[in-house]
């Protein structure tokens, strides 16, 4: 399932033609989509967001276009845009440009992001497709995701037990193959925690080395954003992109 391959073997798909960016998204929307009628929802995200089919389909251009001049011009877009075409979802603490942003809160409802995080915008520039936003706890307050506002999420190892917290949505949504990778933020353990109990990988990277800038905060002198993925190879290519100095921190 494509939905279940490693980040590498995605862009190998898309660069050989073997799957395109849009099947791969279509695919997450789809398991989103079953989820949400099971008789136990996950309950991973919040919301997936309607623009990443196109955003998708645009990718496959690119990929199609490269892929007719040759190799070369291939491994060049790549250069550019090395996560072309790959889905990302955030958690709803991290801001997306003209994209709801609650922090899984009424408190918030209905509020929407001004502008792109840092690590939001450094993912699009390298190529990557926002797909939608995780649940949480509430203002990152708890360790289990049954502190939301908007609901309880489950894990899907086994859906009668928590998927820790508070970046438990992220986690979820890797773990249930709803998303390539995801966005988290730890404050003391609310990306490597929720990953533990997922079974996946997830890191809090140290302070400044990834921007905060457009994450709510938390605990400010805390707070770190970080990913969560079902590899640490994954959480290496994605570190590697969003790993910035960012005057605005």
């Given at each position: 399932?494509?939905?279940e391959?490693?980040?590498?073997?995605?862009l190998?798909g898309f660069?050989?033609?073997k799957f395109t960016?849009t099947?791969?998204?279509k695919?997450s929307?789809?398991?989103?989509?079953q989820?949400k009628n099971?008789?136990?929802?996950l309950n991973a995200?919040?919301?997936?967001?309607?623009?990443?089919l196109?955003?998708a389909q645009?990718a496959?251009?690119?990929y199609e276009?490269?892929?007719?001049?040759?190799e070369d011009?291939?491994?060049?877009?790549?250069q550019?845009k090395?996560?072309?075409?790959?889905?990302?979802?955030v958690?709803?603490?991290?801001?997306?440009?003209?994209?709801?942003?609650?922090?899984?809160?009424?408190?918030l409802?209905?509020?929407?992001?001004?502008?792109n995080a840092?690590?939001?915008?450094r993912?699009v520039d390298?190529g990557?497709?926002?797909?939608?936003r995780?649940?949480?706890?509430?203002?990152?307050?708890?360790?289990?995701?049954e502190?939301?506002?908007?609901?309880?999420?489950?894990?899907p190892?086994?859906?009668t037990?928590?998927?820790?917290g508070?970046?438990?949505?992220?986690?979820?949504?890797?773990?249930?193959?709803?998303?390539?990778?995801?966005l988290?933020?730890?404050?003391?353990?609310?990306?490597r925690?929720?990953?533990a109990?997922?079974?996946?990988?997830?890191?809090k990277?140290?302070?400044?080395?990834?921007?905060?800038?457009g994450?709510i905060a938390?605990?400010?002198?805390?707070?770190q954003?970080?990913?969560?993925?079902?590899?640490?190879?994954?959480?290496s290519i994605?570190?590697?992109n969003?790993?910035y100095?960012?005057?605005?921190?």
């Amino acid at each position: 399932m494509i939905n279940e391959l490693s980040i590498n073997e995605v862009l190998e798909g898309f660069s050989s033609g073997k799957f395109t960016c849009t099947e791969l998204v279509k695919k997450s929307i789809d398991t989103f989509e079953q989820d949400k009628n099971s008789s136990i929802p996950l309950n991973a995200f919040l919301e997936m967001y309607d623009d990443s089919l196109a955003l998708a389909q645009k990718a496959d251009e690119l990929y199609e276009k490269a892929r007719s001049e040759g190799e070369d011009s291939v491994k060049k877009l790549l250069q550019e845009k090395p996560l072309l075409g790959v889905p990302f979802a955030v958690k709803d603490n991290i801001s997306v440009k003209g994209k709801k942003l609650t922090c899984s809160s009424n408190i918030l409802k209905g509020y929407v992001a001004p502008y792109n995080a840092t690590v939001t915008q450094r993912l699009v520039d390298a190529g990557a497709i926002p797909l939608g936003r995780c649940n949480m706890d509430e203002f990152a307050m708890g360790s289990t995701t049954e502190n939301s506002a908007m609901k309880i999420t489950h894990n899907p190892v086994d859906l009668t037990r928590v998927p820790g917290g508070s970046s438990g949505g992220s986690a979820a949504a890797v773990a249930a193959n709803e998303a390539a990778y995801t966005l988290g933020s730890d404050t003391g353990g609310s990306i490597r925690q929720p990953a533990a109990f997922c079974g996946v990988v997830g890191m809090k990277p140290t302070y400044g080395r990834i921007s905060r800038n457009g994450l709510i905060a938390f605990a400010s002198s805390l707070d770190q954003i970080g990913p969560i993925a079902k590899s640490v190879e994954d959480i290496s290519i994605i570190f590697d992109n969003i790993s910035y100095y960012d005057p605005k921190d």
